[in-house]
Structure formats: structure tokens, C-alpha cells
């Protein structure tokens, strides 16, 4: 199933998120505006919210639920990472645009993000369930220990895969498994269904990451909106590279330490071939379908339903896609 077809039984919705985030960006300080419409206008998937829609259809949300809402909350906490992460990363690029704080400078963006994080508890309030905000309020502060968490792994080649699991549970899957929780509470779906959502949220948002660090080897630097090795770059220490050095010969093991330890892509060539050579890449991509399958085996608690066939069609993408 493409994509589209994925989004087509909320395609309505999705409209609605997107009016719903053009209005609520709305301040009175314009730069507040230009940073946040340059990255929100941006483009990128929008599976976050998406998953979101998708989740409270199959739990049966109506139509005043405020799952629309929840929705553009989500697109908001994640834009919010992107502005921190752009700037702790020095990243110049992301979805083949300049970053906002290549173009509005790091000040901008990280104030802007701030402003995004606010605005998503302002629209919680709205909401008006005091679950949701306690389902939020626990997800983003797991997603900025997640940050430092990254942050503290970054140059050491001694990062273990448990660590690196648990940082891309944190920074990433928490955001997805907290979004298909309050579609949930959103719905008023029974507890069995929240919890059967939560999980395919966290498994959901496993496998995705997991594509995307194997995507920084392997990918087309031209769908990808980066370039490829900017993880290497910045000395991440991902499962890519984490299997080649426990796998690798003591010269290939050396040379990734060496890159991890320095930062940098100089040596990116090498290192990919000991990648390839080593299984690295169908190690993750093994690891990633697991996560897919348990993505889609916490669905069958669900009512079927085409918005259950899409959220199950959509772990497929999280896997199969190339940028």
C-alpha cells in the first residue's frame, strides 16, 4: 500500500490538522512565525500525526473528540526536536531545505522551539482532559532526557546496543507511542484498546528510527534530504555501526572507533563497505521488521476497520520505505 492510499480513510482529517497548526503557529513576534513556518511548511511525512488520526478512527473517536487537536499537538512536539536538534547537531540541511537555524541562526530556533513546546501544552489545555496532559507532560520529558541521554553516547564507540535502544526509544518512539495513547483517551476507547495502541505506537516508532539510522549508509542522499554519514559525522554511535564493530576485523574495528571518537565522514566510504560487509545494515533492517510485526500484532485487539487496515499498511511503510 503507498502512502496515499495509508492516508486516504483520514485524508479530511489531515486537511484539518494542517489548518489547525497553520492557525495555532499564529503569533504577533513575526519571527516567531518565519522560523516556525519555515520548518513546518517544510514538507516531510507527517506520520506522527497521521498515526495519530489513524488511531483514534480505529478506536472509534467522533467527530468533536479533539483528535485533530491531538494531532497538530504531536506535529508540534516533534517540530520543537527538530529546531533543539538542528542546533545541538549544527546541522545545515534537513529534507533537502537549509535549517531554520542555518537561516534564522541557533537563537531563533531554539527560542522557537520553545515557543512550539508551549503552545502544544496551551492546545492540551484546550483539549480539556487531564490524561492527555499527563500522557504528554511524562512523554516530552522522556524525550528531552532522551536528548541528553544521545548527547552523553556521542563519541564513545563503548555505546552498547542497549543504550542505543533505549535512546531511540526515547528521542523517538516514546513520541509515537504517546500520540496513539491519547488518540485513544481522546475516543474514550476502553483500556484494553489504549494499551493494545500504545504499544503499536512504541513498536511503530522503533522500527521507523531503526530504517532511518540504516538510511544514513544506505539511502539516496537526494530523497533523503541529507547527506548520508551525517550521523557519522556527528561521532552517533548507531546499531549500524555498533554491529560492524562488534563484528568487524580489529582494522575495521579500529577505523569505526576512530570515526566515532573524532567525528567526521572522511572516512565514510570504508566505513560503509565494513557496514555492508559486517551485516550491519541487515542486522538493523532485521531488528526494524520485528519491531513492525509487533507493531502490527498489538492491532489485533482492535475493531476492524479501514483505519485499522492503514495504521497496519503503515508499520509495512515504516520498514519498506527509502527516505
Same mark, same amino acid.
Given at each position: 500500500?503507498?502512502?496515499?492510499?495509508?492516508?486516504?480513510?483520514?485524508?479530511?482529517?489531515?486537511?484539518? +490538522?494542517?489548518?489547525?497548526? @497553520?492557525?495555532?503557529? /499564529?503569533?504577533?513576534?513575526?519571527?516567531?512565525?518565519?522560523? %516556525?513556518?519555515? !520548518?513546518?511548511?517544510?514538507?516531510?511525512?507527517?506520520?506522527?500525526?497521521?498515526? +495519530?488520526?489513524?488511531?483514534? @478512527?480505529?478506536?472509534? /473517536?467522533?467527530?468533536?473528540?479533539?483528535?485533530?487537536?491531538? %494531532?497538530?499537538? !504531536?506535529?508540534?512536539?516533534?517540530?520543537?526536536?527538530?529546531?533543539?536538534d538542528d542546533v545541538v547537531d549544527d546541522s545545515h540541511q534537513r529534507r533537502g531545505r537549509n535549517t531554520a537555524n542555518d537561516v534564522f541562526g541557533s537563537a531563533a530556533s531554539v527560542l522557537v522551539g520553545d515557543f512550539l513546546y508551549?503552545?502544544?501544552?496551551?492546545m492540551m489545555v484546550d483539549i480539556g482532559l487531564p490524561r492527555v496532559m499527563q500522557v504528554m507532560a511524562d512523554a516530552t520529558n522522556t524525550i528531552a532526557a532522551g536528548e541528553v541521554l544521545q548527547l552523553m553516547n556521542a563519541g564513545d564507540p563503548d555505546t552498547t546496543e542497549q543504550r542505543y535502544l533505549e535512546v531511540i526509544y526515547r528521542k523517538t518512539a516514546r513520541l509515537f507511542e504517546a500520540g496513539a495513547q491519547v488518540a485513544a483517551i481522546v475516543a474514550g476507547a476502553p483500556e484494553g484498546v489504549e494499551h493494545a495502541?500504545?504499544?503499536?505506537?512504541?513498536?511503530?516508532?522503533?522500527?521507523?528510527?531503526?530504517?532511518?539510522d540504516a538510511l544514513d549508509y544506505r539511502g539516496d542522499a537526494s530523497q533523503l534530504g541529507k547527506n548520508l554519514g551525517d550521523d557519522l559525522a556527528e561521532g552517533k554511535p548507531t546499531l549500524p555501526l555498533i554491529h560492524a564493530l562488534r563484528a568487524g576485523s580489529p582494522e575495521q574495528a579500529a577505523m569505526i572507533r576512530r570515526a566515532i571518537e573524532e567525528g567526521g565522514s572522511r572516512e565514510i566510504a570504508p566505513i560503509r563497505a565494513a557496514i555492508e560487509s559486517t551485516g550491519g545494515l541487515d542486522y538493523t533492517a532485521r531488528l526494524a521488521r520485528s519491531e513492525a510485526d509487533l507493531a502490527i500484532q498489538a492491532l489485533a485487539g482492535i475493531p476492524e476497520s479501514a483505519f485499522r487496515e492503514s495504521l497496519a499498511a503503515l508499520a509495512e511503510f515504516a520498514v519498506a520505505r527509502s527516505s
Amino acid at each position: 500500500m503507498q502512502l496515499n492510499d495509508i492516508r486516504a480513510p483520514v485524508a479530511d482529517d489531515l486537511k484539518k +490538522v494542517d489548518t489547525e497548526i @497553520r492557525e495555532q503557529l /499564529a503569533s504577533d513576534v513575526a519571527l516567531v512565525s518565519q522560523v %516556525a513556518q519555515h !520548518i513546518v511548511g517544510g514538507g516531510g511525512k507527517r506520520l506522527r500525526p497521521l498515526a +495519530v488520526l489513524l488511531a483514534a @478512527r480505529a478506536a472509534g /473517536a467522533g467527530p468533536a473528540s479533539g483528535y485533530v487537536k491531538a %494531532a497538530a499537538i !504531536i506535529e508540534f512536539i516533534h517540530t520543537a526536536t527538530l529546531l533543539h536538534d538542528d542546533v545541538v547537531d549544527d546541522s545545515h540541511q534537513r529534507r533537502g531545505r537549509n535549517t531554520a537555524n542555518d537561516v534564522f541562526g541557533s537563537a531563533a530556533s531554539v527560542l522557537v522551539g520553545d515557543f512550539l513546546y508551549s503552545r502544544s501544552f496551551q492546545m492540551m489545555v484546550d483539549i480539556g482532559l487531564p490524561r492527555v496532559m499527563q500522557v504528554m507532560a511524562d512523554a516530552t520529558n522522556t524525550i528531552a532526557a532522551g536528548e541528553v541521554l544521545q548527547l552523553m553516547n556521542a563519541g564513545d564507540p563503548d555505546t552498547t546496543e542497549q543504550r542505543y535502544l533505549e535512546v531511540i526509544y526515547r528521542k523517538t518512539a516514546r513520541l509515537f507511542e504517546a500520540g496513539a495513547q491519547v488518540a485513544a483517551i481522546v475516543a474514550g476507547a476502553p483500556e484494553g484498546v489504549e494499551h493494545a495502541l500504545a504499544d503499536y505506537g512504541r513498536h511503530l516508532g522503533m522500527a521507523f528510527q531503526l530504517v532511518d539510522d540504516a538510511l544514513d549508509y544506505r539511502g539516496d542522499a537526494s530523497q533523503l534530504g541529507k547527506n548520508l554519514g551525517d550521523d557519522l559525522a556527528e561521532g552517533k554511535p548507531t546499531l549500524p555501526l555498533i554491529h560492524a564493530l562488534r563484528a568487524g576485523s580489529p582494522e575495521q574495528a579500529a577505523m569505526i572507533r576512530r570515526a566515532i571518537e573524532e567525528g567526521g565522514s572522511r572516512e565514510i566510504a570504508p566505513i560503509r563497505a565494513a557496514i555492508e560487509s559486517t551485516g550491519g545494515l541487515d542486522y538493523t533492517a532485521r531488528l526494524a521488521r520485528s519491531e513492525a510485526d509487533l507493531a502490527i500484532q498489538a492491532l489485533a485487539g482492535i475493531p476492524e476497520s479501514a483505519f485499522r487496515e492503514s495504521l497496519a499498511a503503515l508499520a509495512e511503510f515504516a520498514v519498506a520505505r527509502s527516505s
